[in-house]
């Protein structure tokens, strides 16, 4: 049971580059989650989502976009990366019909944007 | 909005001695989950306790406790016989009942010394 995979689990980019990072589950959670971890800052919500089809913005949605067009992948994107958007990010996913209740997080990606 | 704090940026122990990391919050949610992350060097983030808001006893696993005070929202954790496999940066985590939005703290960084 993998869990939660992410890729890559590192990567440089250019100023004004794109890429996504993929994330996968095969717990067959409804949620699945993007957060980014910056020093001093804890882990923050960039977007997230509660099934197929649907995404929502979280705390710091700016600068990203994503789709989650089957149950076990959430796609995060930058379209254009910048300097600000280096930091590790995270992928996680849930589900509330488990009474252990709690968030599975995949490895990370290490990202710098120069 | 809800806030997390870890008012302990950095901390050490000898082994297998105890510590105990502080964590508040800063909820009007009744009903909520308070969880304790450890990211060890290798980055992943693992689940370590879990405490529901409505459970008056505190939870425990094996060497790690909790002191949960509903009233002072203050949520610390306890390691017993600290060992050197102990030191990780960890993370206090808060979220309300059917809500997508888990808050962390900023994180404590342990170190257990030999």
Redesign the interface.
Known sequence: NAGVTQTPKFRVLKTGQSMTLLCAQDMNHE?M?WYRQDP??????IH?S?GEGTT?K??VPDGYNVSRLKKQNFLLGLESAAPSQTS?Y?C?SST?TNP????T?G??T?LTVV | AQTVTQSQPEMSVQEAETVTLSCTYDTSENNYYLFWYKQPPSRQMILVIRQEAYKQQNATENRFSVNFQKAAKSFSLKISDSQLGDTAMYFCAFIPYNNNDMRFGAGTRLTVKP
Not at chain 1, 40 to 45: K, N, P, S, V, Y
Not at chain 1, 100 to 103: I, K, L, P, Q, V
């Open positions: 949620y989650y001093g800052m804890g882990l923050r919500l997230y509660v929502a979280g705390e590790v995270f996680a509330w252990n209740y709690g968030y997080f490895s990370g290490r």
